[in-house]
């Protein structure tokens, strides 16, 4: 097997965790962070710049690189530029980046670059912290209980049943939108009420979006009030027409960098995770 | 819309719930059935062989032909012909038909048939009731309660994943058998434990398959002895080796017909509604 | 510590379970079984009636005699009287009995008696068998899936809440029936409906009665009919007025001897847990 | 019935949302907040103070009193004496007051004052709304999903049941601190591990107090470090040595005001369902 020596590149508090997992497994160092940006009991070694010594695989955040084209190191004090990372590693690197772009590409044009976004292994295991996330950020905004609350979930995939399991712990009294005959018998499946998305009308307390198409339309989103609460965690474009929402004075929460931000450890370990794996199925190739 | 004239045709005591539930919305008229196999509140009419007027709609059972090639009418001591249906049904029918086969193609050779068994709807809905029956097999079974029982369920599909929402209810130790860190991930998701397929051992009391592809060949059989209670809920020819197990002396139990044995009211309701269903998709087309 | 030599002394399967878990702790041997009622694998021995060494305790069954007066031994051909126990076990013997009765007291007088049904330790744990042994009874008895069902439970004790924890996992559509605003806002606490017990009315798919006063008199019960399935776990007299549902055509169970007949080694390793902690516990006093 | 005129009389958004729940039964008004403290759509009117009429029940804040021995009124610019508030009550009132102390009673020696948090009602009823802000709490502070997170609760009273319950949907690993096989059996009966008290170790990410009993004394402290947060829900005392934490320098957070801070409507409906129901019982007993 073939044994990586692994160069974490900068980003946040994720990376940290991120490299630390790494470490159980391979041998991992740091670039891109202030030495007072990591906690204390951290021990993971900076990359000796001026060592010969190359790492062939590098780590880098989501997103890769920040505005000027240098990667992105909200923890460090001190720029990272490409070239600076190109003088770290091999010539053939393996590359793992967050939304991998064309810069990048261009910079590292031998290298194999994967975008670990793109793996279904993490964006399985990141439904579950998007959900806790979404179910924190709802606990702080409601000043009712979600007990009996009647809450409405729009998508019934991976981040949708997890919001589905995780209500159903609170006693929340859960409905799901949906579209078809399937879709209904899908809900009945995970043991919530169906509602067609066409009668959605204004008596949930709570609404979370997971469906990246637009359900919530000015139309749609006319029949609610504020007294609902709506969070959309679909990527961009997202599920709610957002300046019909504004417009309308309604109550709407873009939960964007869940989890990252509710759970940075989870999320850099199953970074780590995901990265393993993907190591793991490379080497597989090489046999 | 297209209002059918339904005639349900054989079957056992499914059938007939279905008819019920059909009756709602169709006119609906029964064939091939004893009058007193008929519970005692039903007031279904039995079609009126002498009329002249045709329906344009037959639902016939799982499976539609007995060996003979007659409708297969478990409920009724007379026998019904395709030649007897024939006579009853419009010149294009439409005709709804579990497992429909050659034979049925070539007597209705202008009809429209559909095998309602493939309906994604209807094994959606089927998941639950299966879950249940095989549930009840489990409790009907084992000396020990589910609770704090180690449970594996092999298969994370719609009836696996019905199952392990039941059996955490009961407070079952669960596991679920995978194949890769996908699948380790979606386990997790569900809140269950993964383990390998490779190391799976003699330590659970009870397990599920609901895997369509051999998971328990001989050498994987060897390691379980009689401990073990095994409910194969997959299709034939499911994931046991069936005389390997024999041989082994192990305890397995074929759950074949669920959940039309132990839940057939659930069952023919869900037979009807993915035939109104189809109906109305029929309508929507030809207008 | 004080190890005590126990003898198992009749009864049913569960006997043999409890005797060989005590048989872990302590010197167990059986007496009041024929060898061909032993599962294979058991390999407890019989205790030596020859033998001058006497048993400082014993545990006789549920009841723990029968009509005739003596032990109660429905798993041997013979006779098993008071006083060939007597001479088994040293003067002043611990006996553990389920029902102790006048007559036993009578026969040992010098005995300390206890009664292991009365112990809180085996009362809260026979909750989930006998909760799981309920849930068995209506999975067997009804048509339809729990999923999606109107049910009531009537008394939130142990076997109360242990009924909803399982019939949740179901996805049943639960209500409890309450006395007070104290009773809802407890039904509240476990995430089911509070229905006033006065304004009880017949839309209940199946109903369990956990509470052992007369719930459902003449009166209420009149407003049920036979589409609703009573289950009534409660011992006697019970909570359901068993001639007028008798006169009224109604669907009852009495739901008697659960969980020793649905789940014997769980019901058995309840036993001899209980006796276990009851024994630690006169060790302490003595120390 | 006697139809009661109630006052509100200061307090914090808990009582704002307790008079509207009161005033769908109640002649209900305001007095002691600003007017632009209340949310706009309120249209509760405020007491005239000029009016002849007087009211038969107050109810007051949880303190009653401010230091100064005022009513106290978080939610007023102006000051609320008792003279004042004498003046606006009949010569019996009735006065519901959380925490009623001697300086209240002595300036109402001829009303009847109910202290309406040593309702059982109210107790119960908030057990859920301070589990769902406790588990906010750690939603908050840890860098962690609760999901396979390793959890104890102690105290399998309201408060622990009802968390054991939301955390079970998070799919946590969750172990209660129990004292005997009674209490051992209590969380077999809701599904969680038992660990015996004097076995606690460092091997919790996340423990809640719920026992009013110090159960945390530096010896049992000193066996975790940082890694575990701590929430203390019990009222003072509370289950944890504060000095000795602080010592030692562990994460502890003492949830104080919970759920009136979480959740301040469901924590005034609360508190207006009781008061109606005490209410309905004098009534009952002056019948």
Redo the contacts between chains.
């Keep these: 097997m073939n044994k990586y020596r692994i160069l974490i590149a900068g980003g946040d508090?994720r990376q940290i965790?991120c490299a630390k997992r790494l470490s159980q497994e391979f041998e991992t160092k740091l670039i891109g962070f202030d030495r007072d940006s990591l906690p204390d009991e951290f021990e993971l070694p900076f990359a000796d710049i001026s060592s010969p010594k190359k790492y062939d695989c590098a780590v880098l955040p989501v997103p890769p690189l920040d505005d000027k084209g240098n990667i992105y190191t909200p923890c460090s004090s001190e720029t990272l530029t490409l070239q600076a990372l190109q003088g770290l590693l091999t010539e053939k690197p393996v590359i793992f980046a967050g939304k991998a772009n064309e810069k990048l590409k261009k910079a590292f044009p031998n290298a194999i670059i994967s975008d670990y976004l793109l793996s279904?292994?993490l964006n399985?295991?990141n439904?579950?912290?998007t959900a806790?996330?979404a179910?924190?950020l709802a606990?702080?905004e409601?000043?009712?209980?979600?007990?009996?609350l009647k809450v409405l979930v729009v998508g019934m995939g991976?981040i949708g049943?997890?919001l589905v399991?995780?209500?159903?712990?609170?006693?929340a009294d859960i409905s799901a939108a949906v579209h078809s005959?399937?879709g209904a018998?899908?809900a009945?499946?995970?043991?919530v009420k169906a509602v067609p998305t066409k009668r959605l009308g204004n008596n949930y307390g709570l609404v979370f979006n997971t469906a990246p198409k637009l359900i919530f339309d000015r139309s749609t989103l006319e029949k609610f009030d504020d007294r609902t609460l709506f969070i959309d965690l679909a990527s961009k474009p997202g599920g709610i027409d957002f300046e019909a929402a504004l417009n309308l004075g309604l109550k709407v929460i873009w939960a964007l960098g869940l989890?990252g931000k509710?759970?940075?450890?989870?999320s850099g370990e199953i970074i780590a995770?995901?990265i393993s794996?993907m190591l793991a199925e490379r080497s597989d190739d090489i046999e």
Tied chains: 1, 2, 3, 4.
């Design positions: 508090m965790y279904e292994e399985i295991k439904a579950v912290p806790e996330g179910v924190q606990l702080e409601l000043p009712v209980t979600l007990n009996g991976r049943t997890a399991r995780i209500l159903q712990g609170f006693g005959p399937r018998a899908k009945r499946l995970y043991g989890p509710t759970a940075p450890v989870t995770e995901t794996s």
